[in-house]
Nanobody, 124 residues
């Protein structure tokens, strides 16, 4: 059974930092793109950051550019999201996702696998 398990969410103050991790099990994703999405209360799920299989190509939502960094460790089958300079509008449930296709597919949230989500709350 394939699972994506997020961790590292929690409560942070504005200007603070959090690091999310997503550990995959059940199959290897070393050859596939992975990413992070978030869903704020009452809003749709939007992409935050994507990374291709090698880690060479990365994409970020405009709202997080310069503050968030996505990375991956294929040996550990894990993807990370380092979040700095957090803002209250970063609050939401953060989901890890993986696609067996390509970055464009994943960008459209057409993931093959989703994690269960981890809550991030940023207080002002």
């Amino acid at each position: 059974q394939v699972q994506l398990v997020e961790s590292g969410g929690g409560l942070a103050q504005a200007g603070g930092s959090l690091r999310l991790s997503c550990a995959a099990s059940g199959r290897t994703f070393s050859g596939y793109p992975m990413g992070w999405f978030r869903q704020a209360p009452g809003k749709e799920r939007d992409f935050v950051a994507l990374i291709n299989w090698s880690g060479y190509s990365k994409e970020y939502a405009d709202s997080v550019k310069g503050r968030f960094t996505i990375s991956r460790d294929n040996a550990k089958n894990t993807v990370y999201l380092q979040m700095n300079s957090l803002k209250p509008e970063d609050t939401g449930v953060y989901y890890c996702a993986a696609s067996l296709a390509n970055l464009a597919t994943l960008r459209r949230a057409e993931a093959d696998y989703w994690g269960q989500g981890t809550q991030v709350t940023v207080s002002s």
